[in-house]
Nanobody, 116 residues
């Protein structure tokens, strides 16, 4: 089992920045890919960014150039630096971890609200 705890959400004005962090515990040795997803009201959960154990990254087109995902394997954390935030970035953001056996874990989610 892997437990994920997010922090860092909140309310920010358009153009501002927020940094989300996620701490993993439990069977962390089994974690392969970590990432962030988001879900706005009435919408499906969507990928924001992923990072592999070697540091390779993948971003949704909507956040490229504005968001940066990073990972500290020693501290078992993954972070998402969000710059130039837009109202359409408003959503609940979920930390995700996929294990080597393709078992998926989710955090409880943290609210990000961007006001115009």
């Amino acid at each position: 089992q892997v437990q994920l705890v997010e922090s860092g959400g909140g309310l920010v004005q358009a153009g501002g920045s927020l940094r989300l962090s996620c701490a993993a515990s439990g069977s962390i040795f089994s974690i392969n890919v970590m990432g962030w997803y988001r879900q706005a009201p009435g919408n499906k959960r969507e990928l924001v960014a992923l990072i592999g154990s070697s540091g390779s990254t993948n971003y949704a087109d909507s956040v490229k150039g504005r968001f940066t995902i990073s990972r500290d394997n020693a501290k078992n954390t993954v972070s998402l630096q969000m710059n130039s935030l837009k109202p359409e970035d408003t959503a609940v953001y979920y930390c995700n971890a996929d294990t080597l056996r393709s078992v998926r874990y989710w955090g409880q989610g943290t609210q990000v609200t961007v006001s115009s």
